[in-house]
């Protein structure tokens, strides 16, 4: 039995153009939810988007090449808060995730659920679930092979049914 997951479908088609303006407006609102989701923090996601898509900008020349830049900037984002919460020593989860959340799924159980799974395993869960981005397109963006994205949300799954009380 395979679980689903009852995340909205988010990806937008990138045009033809491959303009940053048309980029931006893309994939911007995708990649914050699923930091949010990611993260478990609101501001901290909206940082880390705002900070992932002004270095893309530096260097939109050679990243709009690049078979998949929503997920480059989901990478820089991503270590950029990672880093950012290493040097402040602090984190803060703030209730606003469940406002950001309901847009990706009505059930706030879910949602508690897969805040409390490790970062790797919820960057997965969100980048396939929420993104709706291949397994190549996952490992792609997080800088890992395609076995350990299938790794980690296979183990992510089992954990969240565990945490949902729904038998494999």
Known sequence: MTMQLPFAPTRV???????????????????YRALTVALGNVDLAREATDEGFVRAYQHWRKISRYDNPAGWVYRVSLNWARSRRRKTKREVITDDIQQVAAG??????????????????????????????????????????SGTVKSRLSR???QLRDALGEEG
């Open 156 to 158: 992510a799954l089992d």
């Open 104 to 145: 990706i799924s009505s059930d706030p159980a879910l949602i508690d659920a897969v805040q409390q799974l490790p970062i790797e395993f919820r960057s997965v869960v969100v980048l396939r679930y929420l993104m709706q981005w291949s397994t190549a397109e996952v490992a792609e963006a997080l800088g890992v092979p």
């Open 13 to 31: 088609a990138v045009s033809t153009d491959t303009s940053f303006d048309a980029f931006y407006r893309a994939e911007s609102d995708g990649l």
